[in-house]
């Protein structure tokens, strides 16, 4: 048995992992598409796929219950984040992208939380509003604010990122859950590809399939599978602060790896979202 210390280092060190997943999806993504190497569903499809195939041997396993692993609703939600994601991702710059998504996750998760019974602390709301108010900043009409329609897209993605992770505080077994929602997300995004495909939308390079198959594999789906078993410990408020440290993560990687401008509102919003989840992690019960 693991004693108390080493069981918080254990999650602990399951939760960065999870969030450094999040934010190295942001970068893949953004680093396959801005080149024009793959489009967008071709990269959510072999994504998708990727992350489906990995993850199979876990479906075949025994089952101890008779429960199917995961749920349509599952697999829905994370076809629908999967798929918007990418297309967003065409236009916004990695740490600007990672922002919107989980400024929209945040108040998803929220909103989910108060519905399933969850009472809020005055210091959590007050940094869940210090928070979002970075949100605001960057999205404030001006030259270095992000497009419209792809920040949209974005913030869609993250409304059904939230209800994912909200599906999986009940889940009895992350992995196996993770697996089947996975597998159940094939059958939608094959009617985006075949409709992408009869149109002549699709392209794809080798190395844009292997950003694509690394972040199936990888970032989504050993990352969802940890999350997964992460979220089932948090109330799902601390679950949303959280990861907002995942746009200042994306936002360093995309500076040091993708060579994107570090711009001054980018800087003073990460600033102001950081300090909102210190202000709500100190008023968080254990």
């Known amino acids: 048995?693991?004693?108390?210390?080493?069981?918080?280092?254990?999650?602990?060190?399951?939760?960065?992992?999870?969030?450094?997943?999040?934010?190295?999806?942001?970068?893949?993504?953004?680093?396959?598409?801005?080149?024009?190497?793959?489009?967008?569903?071709?990269?959510?499809?072999?994504?998708?796929?990727?992350?489906?195939?990995?993850?199979?041997?876990?479906?075949?396993?025994?089952?101890?219950?008779?429960?199917?692993?995961?749920?349509?609703?599952?697999?829905?939600?994370?076809?629908?984040?999967?798929?918007?994601?990418?297309?967003?991702?065409?236009?916004l710059a990695a740490g600007v992208g990672a922002l919107i998504?989980?400024?929209?996750?945040?108040?998803?998760?929220?909103?989910?939380?108060?519905?399933?019974?969850?009472?809020?602390?005055?210091?959590?709301?007050?940094?869940?509003?210090?928070?979002?108010?970075?949100?605001?900043?960057?999205?404030?009409?001006?030259?270095?604010?992000?497009p419209l329609t792809s920040a949209l897209f974005m913030a869609a993605a993250g409304i059904a990122w939230g209800c994912y992770c909200v599906l999986g505080k009940r889940s009895e077994s992350p992995a196996r859950d993770t697996a089947g929602n996975f597998l159940r997300s094939l059958p939608l995004m094959g009617i985006v590809a075949v409709i992408s495909l009869s149109q002549a939308n699709l392209q794809v390079t080798p190395t844009g399939a292997i950003y694509a198959a690394v972040s199936g594999v990888l970032a989504s789906g050993a990352g969802y599978v940890v999350w997964y078993a992460v979220v089932k410990r948090l109330r799902a408020q601390t679950a949303a602060i959280l990861q907002l440290s995942v746009p200042v993560l994306a936002s360093a990687a995309g500076v040091i790896l993708l060579n994107e401008p570090l711009s001054a509102r980018m800087v003073i919003a990460s600033l102001i979202v950081l300090g909102g989840i210190a202000l709500a992690l100190v008023g968080a019960k254990r």
């Open 101 to 146: 998504l989980f400024g929209a996750v945040q108040i998803t998760m929220f909103a989910l939380g108060m519905k399933g019974g969850e009472k809020l602390q005055l210091r959590v709301v007050m940094g869940m509003l210090v928070a979002f108010s970075g949100l605001i900043v960057l999205l404030a009409p001006g030259g270095s604010a992000p």
């Open 1 to 91: 048995m693991l004693q108390t210390g080493e069981q918080t280092w254990l999650w602990l060190a399951a939760t960065i992992f999870s969030l450094s997943a999040f934010a190295a999806n942001s970068v893949l993504c953004r680093l396959a598409l801005r080149s024009g190497d793959i489009d967008p569903d071709s990269f959510t499809t072999i994504r998708l796929l990727a992350g489906a195939l990995a993850l199979l041997p876990l479906c075949l396993k025994p089952l101890k219950s008779r429960s199917p692993s995961g749920t349509w609703r599952g697999g829905f939600h994370l076809f629908v984040y999967a798929y918007l994601f990418s297309l967003a991702y065409v236009q």
